[in-house]
C-alpha cells in the first residue's frame, strides 16, 4: 500500500482545512487508518484514527469536536477535515496504514505516506 497525504497549507486561527490520504493497491478496504501529526521537537502522536469499515473512530482529546476522519473506499482514500485549527495544531501530519484494526501507537501502522505541512498562524 502506497499513500499520498495533500491538503496542507497555511490558514489563520479559527479556519479549516481538510487532508486527503490516496491509497494505492487493492486491499484498501482491509486497513485501517490513521492521521498521525509531529511538530518539531515533538513525538509523533496519533490525531484521528478509522476502521476498515468506517464504523469506529478514534480522536485524540485536543482535536476532539474539531477534526472528522473518514473515508471513500471506493475512492482509496481517507480524509480529515480540521475545523477551528489552533496555532498547536501546526504540524507535519502523517496518514498510515495499519492491517484490520487500528492502534494508536505508531509502530504498529505498516505503511506511511510522507507527510503534509499544516501551519496555523496566531
Known amino acids: 500500500v502506497q499513500l499520498v497525504e495533500s491538503g496542507g497549507g497555511l490558514v489563520q486561527a479559527g479556519g479549516s482545512l481538510r487532508l486527503s490520504c490516496a491509497a494505492s493497491g487493492r486491499t484498501f478496504s482491509s486497513y485501517a487508518m490513521g492521521w498521525f501529526r509531529q511538530a518539531p521537537g515533538k513525538e509523533r502522536d496519533l490525531v484521528a484514527a478509522i476502521s476498515w469499515s468506517g464504523r469506529s473512530t478514534y480522536y485524540a482529546d485536543s482535536v476532539k469536536g474539531r477534526f472528522t476522519i473518514s473515508r471513500g473506499n471506493a475512492k482509496n482514500t481517507v480524509y480529515l477535515q480540521m475545523n477551528s485549527l489552533k496555532p498547536e495544531d501546526t504540524a507535519i501530519y502523517y496518514c498510515?496504514?495499519?492491517?484490520?484494526?487500528?492502534?494508536?501507537?505508531?509502530?504498529?501502522?505498516?505503511?506511511w505516506g510522507q507527510g503534509t505541512q499544516v501551519t496555523v498562524s496566531s
Open positions: 498510515a496504514a495499519r492491517y484490520s484494526i487500528y492502534d494508536t501507537a505508531q509502530y504498529e501502522y505498516d505503511y
